[in-house]
């Protein structure tokens, strides 16, 4: 082999071992350092220690008030008088008695009005209810109930009457001239009026929301809501 040829072999192997050993002393390459970082934890809000909340106002109770009359079209066209409205006078006979004004009959303090006949099962059911709810208990608070009864023969009435446990007072409208002062049709009809005989409630049904706005009625109209 020719000199020279050897000699450009030789430093081409040399060159070639130098690197390998530069390569190897390298330092091997540091990792980025890990800048991420966590997020501040904050406290935990317990119950009740939020300084942005404000603790809920107590809210008072309503005071009751005497129900309100809602009534749709036709049956408001049925009413003579209405809540406001003084009740008219009358001059009935009481059940085996003589003709005398109704107002003489009026409470102190309240009077139930209660139109009624016995062809109607919710009204003969009302004299019952009328005197354990009403006649009976508020008596002696100034509140008294009166019984209307229309078109029904004397011994008729006085069979309902006994047959219901009434107690308190009822007078005949048999021509229905007094009923028809204060309504066109529709019977029961209960009326709630005060000393003076202004209404301030009524009802032309009988059902267990009558039952109960009537006990309210009176509750509140005495003062005792």
């Excluded at 540091?30 to 106002?57: R, Y």
């Excluded at 107590?58 to 129900?67: A, C, L, S």
Aim: glycine share 6%; hydrophobic share 40%; charged share 25%.
């Amino acid at each position: 082999m020719p000199r020279r040829n050897f000699n450009v072999l030789g430093m081409r192997i040399l060159a070639v071992c130098l690197i390998a050993v530069c390569a190897g002393c390298r330092e091997p390459a540091t990792q980025p350092a890990d800048n991420t970082t966590e997020p501040p934890k904050t406290a935990e809000s317990k119950p009740g220690s939020s300084t942005t909340e404000e603790p809920a106002a107590d809210v008072e109770p309503q005071p009751r008030t005497i129900p309100e009359v809602k009534l749709t079209e036709p049956l408001a066209e049925t009413c003579l008088v209405r809540v406001g409205d003084t009740m008219p006078e009358a001059k009935l006979p009481a059940l085996g008695g003589a003709p005398t004004p109704l107002r003489e009959h009026y409470g102190e303090k309240l009077t139930v009005l209660f139109f009624w006949t016995s062809k109607n099962i919710y009204a003969t059911a009302e004299l019952q209810d009328l005197t354990e709810d009403v006649a009976a208990p508020f008596a002696e608070k100034g509140v008294r109930v009166i019984g209307v009864n229309e078109g029904d023969a004397p011994e008729q009435v006085a069979m309902q009457l006994e047959e219901a446990k009434a107690k308190f007072d009822n007078f005949l409208d048999p021509n229905g001239a007094f009923f028809a002062k204060v309504a066109k049709e529709k019977l029961p009809r209960t009326y709630l009026l005060d000393a003076r005989g202004k209404i301030l409630w009524f009802d032309i049904e009988y059902s267990a929301t009558t039952r109960r706005d009537i006990l309210q009625a009176i509750q509140v109209a005495l003062g005792e809501e």
